[in-house]
Nanobody, 118 residues
C-alpha cells in the first residue's frame, strides 16, 4: 500500500510562515521525486515546487524566494517551508510523488487547506 500523509495546513496572517509536511513510505520516498501542488477555488491544480531524488529543486515563479522544498531521507518526509505568505497562496496543497524520469504525477496525498488572511 502506498502512503502519502500530509500535515501542517492551517490559517496564517499575510507575511507569516507555515511549514507543510508529507510523510511517505520508504519505497516511494527513495524512488520518486517529490512535489507540492496547490489548487485554489476556480483554478486548476498547479505545481508549486519539486525536489528530485538527487536533491535538485524547482519552483513556480510565484513562490520563488519565499518557499523552500526539502526532503529528509531519514524520516522519509518532504517539507514545504512557506515564508512571507500572501493571500494569493491560499489553496489546498497536495503532496505528490512524481516519476523520476518524466516527473509526471504518480501518487497523491489527500490535500491540506492553507488559508492566508488577516
Amino acid at each position: 500500500q502506498v502512503q502519502l500523509v500530509e500535515s501542517g495546513g492551517g490559517l496564517v496572517q499575510p507575511g507569516g510562515s507555515l511549514r507543510l509536511s508529507c510523510a511517505a513510505s520508504e519505497t516511494i520516498f527513495s524512488r520518486y521525486a517529490m512535489a507540492w501542488y496547490r489548487q485554489a477555488p476556480g483554478k486548476r491544480r498547479e505545481l508549486v515546487a519539486l525536489i528530485t531524488i538527487g536533491g535538485s529543486t524547482d519552483y513556480a515563479d510565484s513562490v520563488k524566494g519565499r518557499f523552500t522544498i526539502s526532503r529528509d531521507n531519514a524520516k522519509n518526509t518532504v517539507y514545504l517551508q512557506m515564508n512571507a505568505m500572501k493571500p494569493e497562496d491560499t489553496a489546498v496543497y497536495y503532496c505528490n510523488a512524481a516519476h523520476p524520469t518524466f516527473y509526471t504525477p504518480a501518487f497523491w496525498g489527500q490535500g491540506t487547506q492553507v488559508t492566508v488572511s488577516s
